[in-house]
């Protein structure tokens, strides 16, 4: 019986459509031996003998991919895959899908969440008010301030749909813009130094490439307002991160509510001693809703190329069909 790796942290234990859809298919269910994210070895190890890993954000390095052969399917649940070493995949004739317009209300919904606890002082208010204090002081307004969003690609654009309910005047960063949403939403697109300029919310929604890495550093937050907040819930990579920590030791920006870390788990990561961000655990995309779309989603690309279907819409190296054997 073929093997499925259900190797996501946040799947343990949840009996969810996704299971039954891979059990009916007739696959062997397969699981980590702890709820935590697997290191390069331990997944190296674990996917041993495994013919489709259902993938959280753990590392598929070249080691990993090289070291299992028998693996025809790395389905990311999820819609990020720079965890995936895509060339080795492909060379080695692995297929890897992802699970698009799954997950991007789930992440529009937590950037306003850390947006709102920027400006709201939510968790100084919350410790001070249970400390027996009561702090009460003027916040800042979301509605009239400009809110920046670095990539308008699904998750994107759902951040500006919530940012027109709020009153927030909207700035993008877009290579590939879909014109028919900039125009009916009044979205006004800049190039990246302009979007970095003038955003009092500035929001990374672009995905971690060689060229995006370290995209926020020292030069980039010297072009920010020192009132402005950063929100990343796009992967730590994009960030520099002790610049950025100098920058917020300085304020030389107001704040930053930062979702993700390069790396993860971050251990003790000097943003933790700063007082001015608000951080969450890579929590963004998973919702009660999203983790059961985007398993059931991977799941279904698994089911549907082990008898002989191409999902082309989750592929995302379509290089490798003419290799691609199940
Ligand atoms: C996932 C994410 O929840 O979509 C992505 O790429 O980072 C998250 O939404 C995460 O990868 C866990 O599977």
């Not at 649940?77 to 080695?92: F, Q």
């Not at 971690?208 to 950063?230: D, G, H």
Request: charged letters at 20%.
């Amino acid at each position: 019986m073929p093997k499925v790796l259900i190797a996501p942290s946040t799947l343990a234990k949840i009996e969810g459509p996704f299971l039954k859809a891979l059990r009916e298919a007739g696959f062997e269910l397969v699981f980590p031996e702890r709820a935590v994210q697997m290191t390069e070895d331990e997944l190296l190890k674990k996917l041993q003998g495994i013919s489709a890993s259902l993938a959280g954000s753990e590392p598929y390095t070249r080691r990993v991919i090289e070291a299992n052969p028998q693996l025809r399917v790395i389905a990311r649940a999820g819609v990020g895959y720079d965890a995936v070493d895509l060339a080795a995949a492909t060379e080695r004739g692995i297929a890897v899908t992802i699970c698009p317009g799954t997950n991007q209300d789930a992440v529009a919904e937590h950037t306003f969440t850390l947006m709102l606890a920027l400006a709201k002082g939510l968790i100084p208010q919350h410790l001070a008010t249970m400390d027996g204090k009561w702090p009460r002081g003027a916040t800042l307004p979301l509605r009239g301030r400009t809110l920046g969003i670095a990539g308008l690609g699904r998750i994107g654009k759902a951040v500006a749909l919530r940012g027109i309910a709020f009153g927030m005047p909207l700035l993008a960063y877009e290579p590939m813009p879909d014109m028919a949403f900039v125009q009916q939403h009044g979205i006004k697109l800049v190039p990246m130094d302009q979007l970095l300029a003038e955003s009092d919310y500035l929001t990374l929604h672009i995905p971690l490439t060689p060229e995006s890495r370290n995209l926020i550093c020292t030069r980039t937050i010297n072009l920010m307002k020192p009132t402005a907040f950063l929100i990343n819930t796009a992967r730590g990579g994009l960030v520099n991160e002790p610049e950025l920590y100098e920058a917020l030791k300085a304020r030389k920006i107001a704040g930053a509510g930062l979702d993700v870390f390069d790396q993860e788990p971050p251990g003790n990561n000097p943003f933790f001693t700063l007082d001015n961000v608000v951080v969450t655990p890579h929590a963004a995309g998973v919702d009660l809703q999203s983790r059961d779309d985007m398993a059931l989603a991977s799941a279904q690309s698994i089911v549907a190329l082990s008898v002989g279907g191409w999902p082309s819409h989750q592929i995302v190296n379509p290089d490798v069909r003419s290799r691609f054997k199940w």
